[in-house]
């Protein structure tokens, strides 16, 4: 075992070794132009690239057409919602997203609203479910997009979409989902769960930093888009550039390789997960859990450990076990985390919380180890803590 160990998958996962193998021919001989036409260098560019188009499509349930390659789920989110806005400016402005989605859709959104667009956005409940009812409510006539992720990045909820996807179809507004943190993860369809836009990125699936895209739904509804970066016509129009073919190639193994593994990969995460959870809750005690334990990512552990000095805590931890925090992610800005804030959780607790990101590389002999280390640095500053002694008073 190496240390230190790997365990911030929900921020980033390493290129599976298979990914990194399918890149490399297209970084050497095979460097085409994907839209030179006139000669093979650039016909095997293309038809790689519409290999991995394929296979992404397919771990969705969509067709290879409705799949545009973008930068990353950044870009994917600002092309979904202000090239539908842009689009569909004439049959209304606005637009529902909800408190916990990431900065790039909230960002978006704000920036929006700058424009004459209104934006709802829903609250969350202790688990960090958004409410039907809410939503239900929310959407107007002048309503053109529903924004809502599927799992959340921070505490791994699994939001609704199957009925969410529902209530927009009823009221005939499109419905995007940021999916990042879902899908390869667990089965996301978007046929199934009525989702007319998906924002995909490679990096959270074992791919490479840089490669993503978004599903844009072709029928039933057809759904178009203002591009935002103009060009060349690459890729329908919706996005110009020269594709960056080694990274869609390994986008396009992940996928088939996500497809071919979720299920055995899910049970085992969940099942490292599950161990963590139930051992740090026994050996640390006064712990909580952020979230949802049902409605959860399986590889998503948020918790927060009262009577500890957060930093400090993370500080001593990481220098093993490289997991996140729940303070915003800039060491000089200790606001707690907004996500952990939307749910009620406390400033107290959210200072005090560790996200771990289990994913296909830990092993269980990392998790013990996590747990000792954990179990063993929180001891460690809760001896040295008057908080903690006064509150312990007659309790030991
Ligand atoms: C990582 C992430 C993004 C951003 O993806 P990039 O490809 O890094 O731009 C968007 N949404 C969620 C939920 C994420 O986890």
Redesign the pocket.
Known sequence: MKLPIYMDN???TPVDPRVLEAMLPYYKEDFGNAASRSHAFGEHAREAVENARAKIAHLINAQPEEIVFT???????NLAIKGIAEMYRDKGNHIITTTI??K??LDTCKFLETTGFRVTYLLVDREGLISLEDLRKAITPKTILISV?Y???EVGTLEPVNEIGKIAKEHNVFFHC????AIGKIPVNVQVMGIDLV?I????IYGS????ALYVRKRNPRVRLVPIIHGGGHEDSLRSGTLNVPAIVGFGRAAEICEHEMNGEAKRTLHLREKLRKELTEKVGEVHLNGSLEKRLPGNLNMSFQFVEGETLLNEISEEVAVSSGSACTSANLEPSYVLKALGVGEDLAHTSIRFGIGRFNTEEEVDYAINRVVKVVKHLRAQSPIYSKATVGKV
């Open positions: 929900q921020s980033t930068s990353g789920a950044t870009e994917s989110n989605e990431h790039s859709v992720m799992a959340n990045n940021d999916a990042v943190q924002s990125s490679a990096h959270k930093k840089g490669i993503g």
